[in-house]
């Protein structure tokens, strides 16, 4: 069953569970856990210890729900509407993409990606309502469960990627939250970030890394083009010698995987409070960001992260008609002969 058909049967989930629920009430009378009377007992308040234990049971069969089952045409054709109105939601192309986008654990592009869109979409929804623009954002790759490959994305491609309702959070973290969170980014040798670089030492140990140098982004982010700007780099859309806002690629260190961000990043600093972009997960201490449950105040944008992916592929898309592939890292272990 695809995606559509899945989603459309949620409406009428509740309606069918009702009819089952009549129709199991009129056959028969529940008696505890896989168990029925014989079709026509009776079963009687003034029934007698006596009359009630000669009542026999027998146990019930589960029912397998597979494609042996032979579709409902009733059902089906109630949710036609649905499934047709879906199919095509589902089938508009979003953007086009030359590149594939991983989901490679610490080094994926598909999270930075995700990252980027993450801050974009938290930054304009905080100077709307609050005033103060976001700072960075922070994802899990165990959220995202595919890729995206070179060719249409539509928003069927979104599903697959983030199938999970997990909502867009934008959290006040103190300086002390923070600075526990970017240990914790550097213990996992790496998580998708934007707005953030990260550098790092390698430790005998993960648990052990040790953050050297920390920058957070001072820029507001309210449209692709500032976003792509503030991860500037040598990302070129193929043929046209510049990067997708238009800018030249000198602003990448070739030697290094340190990407510079055009004087839009200041140091971190611990003594100040952080505006950061999370998941509704990740903001309850999913996959060990326990620290993010400490948060001062906790924003809930009512925003579904695959939204924010999905207007973000579209915005970046119609806006330099390329979707750049992120391939620099934010997040990066210090090279051997700068220790020197």
Request: glycine residues 8%; aromatic residues 8%; hydrophobic residues 35%.
């Amino acid at each position: 069953m695809n995606i559509s058909n899945r989603i459309a049967q949620k409406h009428v989930f509740r309606y069918v569970s009702v009819l089952i629920i009549v129709w199991t009430s009129a056959y028969t009378t529940g008696c505890g856990s896989g168990k029925h009377f014989q079709q026509g007992a009776k079963q009687s308040v003034n029934e007698s210890p006596s009359q009630r234990a000669a009542i026999s049971y027998i146990p019930t069969p589960n029912i397998s729900v597979d494609s042996s089952i032979a579709e409902n045409a009733e059902i089906a054709n109630f949710i036609k509407p649905y499934s047709d109105s879906l199919n095509h939601s589902l089938s508009t192309t979003l953007a086009k993409i030359d590149s594939p986008f991983y989901n490679t654990f610490y080094t994926g592009n598909l999270g930075r990606l995700v990252a980027d869109y993450m801050l974009l979409t938290a930054t304009q929804y905080s100077m709307e309502h609050v005033g103060i623009p976001c700072h960075f954002a922070v994802a899990n790759n165990g959220g995202l469960r595919t890729g995206l490959f070179p060719g249409s994305v539509t928003m069927r491609n979104v599903f697959e990627v983030m199938p999970f309702d997990n909502e867009l959070v934008i959290l006040q973290l103190s300086g002390g939250a923070t600075d526990s969170l970017l240990r914790y980014i550097a213990q996992l040798t790496g998580t998708p970030v934007s707005g953030l670089l990260l550098e790092y030492e390698k430790a005998d140990k993960p648990a052990k890394n040790r953050v050297v140098k920390a920058k957070i982004n001072s820029k507001i982010i309210s449209t692709p083009a500032d976003l792509i700007f503030l991860n500037g780099s040598q990302e070129q859309k193929p043929g046209s010698g510049v990067s997708s806002n238009g800018q030249s690629s000198d602003g990448m260190n070739q030697g290094n995987n340190q990407i510079l961000m055009n004087g839009s990043q200041l140091p971190f600093d611990s003594r100040r409070d952080y505006l950061v972009a999370t998941s509704s997960y990740m903001s309850m201490g999913g996959d060990g960001f326990t620290m993010l449950k400490g948060a001062k105040q906790t924003i809930y944008t009512g925003i579904q992260l695959r939204d924010a992916i999905a207007n973000g592929l579209k915005s970046e898309f119609d806006a330099f008609q390329w979707v750049a592939p992120r391939k620099q890292l934010r997040v990066y272990p210090i090279k051997l002969e700068d220790k020197k």
